[in-house]
């Protein structure tokens, strides 16, 4: 039995990014996107007019919290909450606001993640979300 595994294109990417900045523009946002590989290297890097420095930052720490541990940062950070000592608080690089979202196939394969920062968590969710949704029938 062969699998074919799959990559997250560069043409994927920039669609991902468009719908994200398309969202942020719609809610009058100025974001920072990042779409890493699964393997956490930079695929595409973005930044809309009049975005801050940390929000560059944030946005690849987000994208590679998601990239190095598959699940939405949201969610990781409610897991970290629920557990005795919140160990993912103590791991550097990690995370826990919401803005980043893994990438993962139809099939399961987790071939990247997104990161979005510049709003508030939520509205960074929903601009990397945005960016998800836009690819949902290639993958």
Do not use: W
């Amino acid at each position: 039995m062969t699998i074919e595994v799959k990559a997250l294109s560069l043409e994927m990417a920039k669609k991902i990014a468009s719908a994200a900045e398309q969202k942020a523009i719609e809610n009058k946002l100025k974001i920072a996107i990042a779409i890493l590989d699964s393997h956490g290297n930079l695929k595409y890097f973005h930044r809309m007019d009049g975005n801050n420095f940390v929000s560059v930052r944030m946005s690849q720490l987000k994208a590679m919290t998601s990239a190095s541990i598959p699940i939405p940062t949201k969610a990781l950070g409610e897991k970290n909450k629920n557990m005795d000592n919140s160990p993912y608080s103590s791991v550097p690089g990690i995370v826990l606001l919401e803005g980043g979202l893994p990438i993962i196939t139809k099939d399961g394969q987790h071939i990247g993640a997104i990161g979005v920062s510049g709003a508030n968590p939520e509205l960074d969710g929903i601009c990397a979300q945005a960016g998800l949704d836009a690819i949902a029938e290639e993958l």
